[in-house]
């Protein structure tokens, strides 16, 4: 069974730090690129940033709202993805998810329909 489960989101005052992790099972990780998307109360699901394979060397895309903020990493041999977010902002607050995007190329992809397996999603809450 394919399954993207996310962990670590909570609540977090502003310019604070947060750590999502991502563990996946039941397919190659190693051969998907892998997303961090969001999704705010009444707005529509928003890419964050994404991370290729190693097959082509590992290379990482942001939005620019958390260009210089936030960053992806994964472990391939844990099965692992993670996003470290720093000095976020209110404007972070969202329900975050992981997905993993089967990739014959190298890059990832932003758009949401590009992608396979989804998680559940973990809150992130940001206080001022």
């Known amino acids: 069974q394919r399954q993207l489960v996310e962990s670590g989101g909570g609540s977090v005052q502003a310019g604070g730090s947060l750590r999502l992790s991502c563990f996946a099972s039941?397919?190659?990780?190693?051969?998907?690129?892998m997303g961090w998307f969001r999704q705010a109360p009444g707005k529509e699901r928003e890419w964050v940033g994404c991370?290729?394979?190693?097959?082509?060397?590992?290379?990482?895309y942001y939005q620019d709202a958390v260009k210089g903020r936030f960053t992806i990493t994964r472990d391939n041999a844990k099965n692992m993805l993670y996003l470290q977010m720093d000095n976020v902002k209110s404007e972070d607050t969202a329900m975050y998810y992981c997905?993993?995007?089967?990739?014959?190329?190298?890059?990832?992809?932003?758009?949401?329909?590009?992608?396979?397996?989804w998680g559940q999603g973990t809150q992130v809450t940001v206080s001022s």
């Open positions: 997905a993993a995007e089967r990739r014959l190329t190298g890059g990832c992809s932003s758009s949401t329909g590009r992608y396979n397996y």
């Open positions: 039941g397919f190659t990780f190693g051969v998907y690129a």
């Open positions: 991370i290729s394979t190693l097959l082509y060397g590992i290379n990482t």
